[in-house]
Each structure stands twice: as structure tokens, then as C-alpha cells.
T-cell receptor, first 114, second 109 residues
């Protein structure tokens, strides 16, 4: 099935624990993104990657890291989770990251940090 | 700073027409997007405007005025399934999307 998958669907995590959110796309898109969505706020970009092997920081990168070893996968790691990282996390991908590029979203991961 | 403004919530009646406004102030402009997001689901792409004017796609139309920093999404012949949040996003000079907080549209029978 073409598209973007994310895992897990939801997770409850103790503060201080390490967590990796997984994202895989099979559309051969070059660009991938991680966003968080919080009530009353717009989607905020955490990290992005315009092509395999490169990554960049978004608006809210602190406390998060990413890697892009290949085209399909773009995991997001929380090294030591804090309650303020409770959010819904969306992974997205687009063909090139260029001007007219449309981003397509995965189903999201709902993360609760206690 | 960069800012996207849209109304928090709107209510409309099934079968009617509703216009959702979006104003923006961003560092550069490389297009404006509208997405639909049903509760608990991912955003899905609706429309893209980069030039001034109206883009029509079925029951949905989107308008852009770059000089005014303004866009609207027009939904016609509203159906109950149109109850969702509508997100406005602008691609800035760094080619990143800046998102509004979304407009929750409630459709009443």
C-alpha cells in the first residue's frame, strides 16, 4: 500500500526515557519532515531532510534528533523525554521540497510523557 | 516574526456555503496550501495557490491575494462529512511550511 506509515500509533512514556518514533514511506520521495501538533497551535516543524544523508533543524528541534540513512526511513528520537514533549507527532514526505511541492502525511503518533 | 491567522471555529448549515479566511505575514512567499484534517486523523491536501486568483476544484475553491497577504477557502454545498479542521499553510523563503492553528468547521443539519 503506497503512502507513509508511522509506529507506534500511540505510546505512554515515563519522563527521562529514550524513545524512537518510526516513519517509512514507499513513494520514493526525497524530502521528509517531522511535525508536532499541539492543541491551539499550528503544526510545528521539528526536523526535516531534503534528501537521504542530509537533515536540517526546524522551528522546534531541541530535545529531538533524526537520521536519514536511506530514502524510505526517517526516525525521530527523543533522547530523554520530558512532559512538554507530550504531543501528536506527524511524519510527512514530499517529492523534492521545492516551491510547488505537496506534503503528504502519515497517520501520526500520539505520545504522552508522564 | 512569521504569522498565519485564521478563525478558530466556524459553524455552517448542511447545503450552504462557507468561506474560511487566512491572513499571513511571512518571510518570503512560495505558495499557500489548504489542508483538511478530520479529528484524530492526518492532514490531507486540498489546494495550492501561488498566483493571485481563484483555483476551483469541485465543491472547494481557494483564492489568493499576495498583495494583501490573504487567502480564503470556499466550500459549497456543504455536507456533514465536511466537518473537520481546515489548515492554512504558507511556504516561506526557506521553502518550509508555516502553519496556521486551523479552523474547526462544524456543520449542522
Amino acid at each position: 500500500i503506497a503512502g507513509i506509515t508511522q509506529a507506534p500509533t500511540s505510546q505512554i512514556l515515563a519522563a527521562g526515557r529514550r524513545m524512537t518514533l518510526r516513519c517509512t514511506q514507499d513513494m520514493r520521495h526525497n524530502a521528509m519532515y517531522w511535525y508536532r501538533q499541539d492543541l491551539g497551535l499550528g503544526l510545528r516543524l521539528i526536523h526535516y531532510s531534503n534528501t537521504a544523508g542530509t537533515t536540517g533543524k526546524g522551528e522546534v528541534p531541541d530535545g529531538y534528533s533524526v537520521s536519514r540513512a536511506n530514502t524510505d526511513d526517517f526516525p525521530l528520537t527523543l533522547a530523554s523525554a520530558v512532559p512538554s514533549q507530550t504531543s501528536v507527532y506527524f511524519c510527512a514526505s514530499s517529492r523534492s521540497g521545492g516551491a510547488g511541492d505537496t506534503q503528504y502525511f502519515g497517520p501520526g503518533t500520539r505520545l504522552t510523557v508522564l | 516574526g512569521q504569522n498565519i491567522d485564521q478563525p478558530t471555529e466556524m459553524t455552517a448549515t448542511e447545503g450552504a456555503i462557507v468561506q474560511i479566511n487566512c491572513t499571513y505575514q511571512t518571510s518570503g512567499f512560495n505558495g499557500l496550501f489548504w489542508y483538511q484534517q478530520h479529528a484524530g486523523e492526518a492532514p490531507t491536501f486540498l489546494s495550492y495557490n501561488v498566483l493571485d486568483g481563484l483555483e476551483e476544484k469541485g465543491r472547494f475553491s481557494s483564492f489568493l491575494s499576495r498583495s494583501k497577504g490573504y487567502s480564503y477557502l470556499l466550500l459549497k454545498e456543504l455536507q456533514m462529512k465536511d466537518s473537520a479542521s481546515y489548515l492554512c499553510a504558507v511556504r516561506d523563503s526557506n521553502y518550509q511550511l508555516i502553519w496556521g492553528a486551523g479552523t474547526k468547521l462544524i456543520i449542522k443539519p
